[in-house]
């Protein structure tokens, strides 16, 4: 008689709903890694049987965001064994629903209140996630923080605020910076202007700006410029510098 098994990826309810996803069994306390799984619910809705040797035990790891490790799992010989362990999803989608520019963002995803980069998602995609809460770094200009939660089953959508379209144009190739004004005589720096150009567009984010910048040629700080705009949702600007 052969000893089976079933793993259990439970929802948020304890259920077995969880599915689709790559699990590693290595021999415990190793890198022997015995098999390499695809989770799968079977015709009868049930999580599928797996035939595995009962004289070794198993550390499993399923491959969520971020990852799930159960330890040391023995199995009963002869008999079906059922491994439970808890593995609650949700979806996390970046999207920017009222931009009219065509966006095309990126995100960094951390657990909360790290530093290590989970996942980098591209605009428009869902990804899935185990519930919980979430930091995301926004590549816009500049970049947006928010902090999100992820809940069994539901999809948090991370709604980006509309950037607006600043372009410029000069006499002669510039160099310079943008810097987003925070008030107080408090200056963010945003970005660089591409040196020598004499034109350039940039989608920013709604807030106040000051750019500072001198014409490449120029052998004197004595001809540093600066100017001060604002950028709305949705609307261009064009400064002639």
């Not at 006499?171 to 150009?197: H, M, S």
């Amino acid at each position: 008689m052969n000893t089976t098994a079933q793993i259990n990826l439970n929802d948020i309810s304890k259920k077995p709903t969880e599915t689709d996803v790559t699990m590693f069994l290595y021999e415990a306390g190793t890198q022997n890694l015995k098999h390499a799984l695809t989770h799968t619910i079977n015709r009868y809705g049930n999580p599928d049987t797996l035939i595995l040797d009962p004289n070794l035990k198993f550390d499993i790891v399923v491959n969520t965001l971020p990852k799930i490790e159960k330890k040391n799992v023995s199995l009963q010989k002869y008999t079906h064994n059922v491994i439970q362990i808890d593995a609650p999803q949700g979806f996390i989608k970046l999207i920017s629903t009222k931009n009219v520019n065509n966006p095309n963002y990126s995100m960094r995803v951390m657990q909360k209140d790290q530093t290590q980069t989970l996942n980098s998602q591209t605009f428009n995609s869902t990804q899935k996630y185990l519930v919980g809460t979430y930091d995301l770094e926004i590549f816009t200009l500049p970049r947006t923080y928010q902090r999100v939660e992820v809940t069994q089953g539901k999809t948090t959508n991370v709604d980006v605020i509309p950037s607006g379209c600043f372009s410029y144009a000069a006499t002669k190739g510039l160099v310079g910076q943008i810097f987003l004004d925070k008030g107080n005589n408090t200056f963010e720096w945003v970005c660089n202007l591409e040196a020598g150009l004499k034109e350039g567009k940039y989608y920013l984010q709604p807030g106040n700006y000051k750019i500072v910048y001198r014409e490449k040629d120029q052998k004197s700080t004595a001809y540093t410029k600066e100017k001060s705009f604002k950028i709305e949702s949705n609307r261009t600007l064009n400064l002639n510098l």
